[in-house]
């Protein structure tokens, strides 16, 4: 459990948030409790895919990732423009560390503009900064 200084500091850096491995449990928590937890998961799951090493393990996960969170009625499907949905795709056809990045870069960003100030509000977050 981070201590109360620790979590003030997710405040203002869902980078840290997202690092901190109880702070991310904290924020999926809430997130599920919005229905929204696909974004947290989307973004866990491109982080593991950017160390994976071997080429064939890559094409593996990014096949994954793209039938569960991108594809048009993934059954976790990421809210993204269609632009980078396009981008994303093309992307695909030869995977590599930095294939979804910028979808990444997206819903990172969704999730500091729109989750975060809802988690930090939330009784859950509220509890861990006393």
């Known amino acids: 459990r981070p201590s109360p200084e620790e979590a003030l500091q997710w405040r203002d850096s869902l980078e840290k948030l ?3 491995p109880y702070g991310l449990a904290s924020f999926r928590s809430f997130l599920r409790s919005e229905f929204s937890e696909e974004n947290a998961e989307f973004w866990v799951a491109c982080e593991d895919y950017k160390k994976t090493k071997s080429p064939e393990k890559m094409v593996e996960k990014a096949k994954k990732i793209y039938e569960e969170f991108i594809q048009t009625e993934a059954p976790k499907e990421v809210n993204i423009d269609h632009f980078t949905k396009a981008v ?3 992307n695909l056809v030869e995977p590599s ?3 979804f990045d910028m979808a ?3 819903i990172f960003a969704l999730m500091e503009k729109d989750s975060l100030p809802r988690y930090v509000r939330s009784e859950l977050y509220q ?3 006393k």
Do not use: A, G, N
């Open 88 to 90: 994303t795709m093309k």
């Open 18 to 20: 997202l690092q901190h």
């Open 97 to 99: 560390p930095s294939s």
């Open 104 to 106: 990444q870069k997206r």
């Open 127 to 129: 509890e861990l900064i």
